[in-house]
């Protein structure tokens, strides 16, 4: 039996080009806030040099689970059931992936297993390749 088709982001072409093009990413989160990769470069850079800083740490969490809440909004606006193929290949999709990566990275950093693993379940789910991308294999 075949599973779901993979699921296809149409991403956000805007932010998209704003952070390409140097727009501070807190810039670009609030004027398109359901952008996850916006929330994804915000959540990255939080987590640099985080190993030591609680208040980093922290902060690169709610940046992460807010890109993640956002993504899985689009993900079911476009069909997704909670499951399936969710592809690193597609480049819309990877904002979405960063995130889920990024709370992985935040809920290690402040123990929190249980999430850590959930995190790194849902990429693997979604495409294997996705968590190698991300360091998290």
């Not at 402040?110 to 998290?136: F, H, K, M, V, W």
Request: glycine share 10%; charged share 20%.
């Amino acid at each position: 039996m075949l599973g779901p088709p993979p699921t296809l982001l149409t991403g956000d072409d805007d932010a998209e080009s704003d952070l390409l093009n140097g727009v501070d990413p807190s810039a670009v989160a609030a004027a398109h806030p359901s952008a996850s990769i916006a929330w994804a470069y915000l959540a990255e850079a939080a987590l640099t040099d985080a190993e030591d800083d609680v208040a980093k740490q922290m902060a690169g969490y709610a940046f992460a689970r807010t890109g993640y809440h956002r993504g899985l909004d689009q993900l079911r606006r476009h069909g997704w059931k909670g499951y399936g193929p969710v592809p690193w290949s597609h480049q819309q999709n990877q904002g979405f992936l960063r995130c889920v990566g990024a709370l992985a990275r935040a809920a290690r950093l402040i123990g929190e297993e249980d999430e850590y693993t959930r995190c790194l379940d849902l990429l693997n789910d979604s495409d294997p390749q996705a968590a190698a991308e991300l360091g998290l294999a």
